[in-house]
T-cell receptor, first 113, second 112 residues
Framework: QKEVEQDPGPLSVPEGAIVSLNCTYS??????FMWYRQYSRKGPELLMY????GNKEDGRFTAQVDKSSKYISLFIRDSQPSDSATYLC?????????????FGTGTQLKVEL | NAGVTQTPKFRILKIGQSMTLQCTQD?????MYWYRQDPGMGLKLIYY???????DKGEVPNGYNVSRSTTEDFPLRLELAAPSQTSVYFC???????????FGEGSRLTVL
């Protein structure tokens, strides 16, 4: 069993739709949760960063963490064609010695006009 | 600032050849990482460094070596290239107290 599971998609939605992207994990030591966006042939870039359980909102993006269920989500409201990318969840524990993240496999999203 | 810069962007190697992927950063990152990304497999950590002169193995280090003689540079060496090393390689860095990794644009390597 992988430590982090993420549906690879592809997920295709019409412009303006609400998108829900999800990851499940098995390691209860994970405390920091991130979402990275990766455009084709580019490096990932940080989109959202949360610590422990709860919600965080940034513009059209909302990240949710439910540690009791070991489940994290990213919601995109009013999706735009420019949101078409691969979305990677990532997480790590509290231990020091570097930011060794465990990544999901990524979900490919396409927002169509 | 240029950020994290990787060279080359593309390379084709023959089995058994060696090469070095270069990574340099001008953001004063203490921590630096090398990941490989394969289709359907996500990002896997190869090696990382917590500062100049200090390196350590990640999840998939076999067939690779790194060095960190300066804060700015973190090259990844492939010895005796194998088809299993065909992948996209990403270098990344961050400062001490932030969780945000800054990635380079990647180096696409094919071993034939």
């Amino acid at each position: 069993q992988k430590e982090v599971e993420q549906d690879p998609g592809p997920l295709s939605v019409p412009e303006g739709a609400i998108v829900s992207l999800n990851c499940t994990y098995s390691n209860s030591a994970f405390q920091y949760f991130m979402w990275y966006r990766q455009y084709s042939r580019k490096g990932p870039e940080l989109l959202m960063y949360t610590y422990s359980s709860g919600n965080k909102e940034d513009g059209r993006f909302t990240a949710q963490v439910d540690k009791s269920s070991k489940y994290i989500s990213l919601f995109i409201r009013d999706s735009q064609p420019s949101d078409s990318a691969t979305y990677l969840c990532a997480m790590r524990g509290l231990t020091g010695g570097g930011n060794k993240l465990t990544f999901g496999t990524g979900t490919q999203l396409k927002v169509e006009l | 600032n240029a950020g994290v810069t990787q060279t080359p962007k593309f390379r084709i190697l023959k089995i058994g050849q060696s090469m070095t992927l270069q990574c340099t950063q001008d953001m004063n990152h203490n921590y630096m990482y090398w990941y490989r990304q394969d289709p359907g497999m996500g990002l896997k950590l190869i090696y990382y460094s917590v500062g100049a002169g200090i390196t350590d193995k990640g999840e998939v280090p076999n067939g690779y070596n790194v060095s960190r003689s300066t804060t700015e540079d973190f090259p990844l060496r492939l010895e005796l290239a194998a088809p299993s090393q065909t992948s996209v390689y990403f270098c990344a860095g961050h400062w001490d107290d932030t969780g945000e990794l800054f990635f380079g644009e990647g180096s696409r390597l094919t071993v034939l």
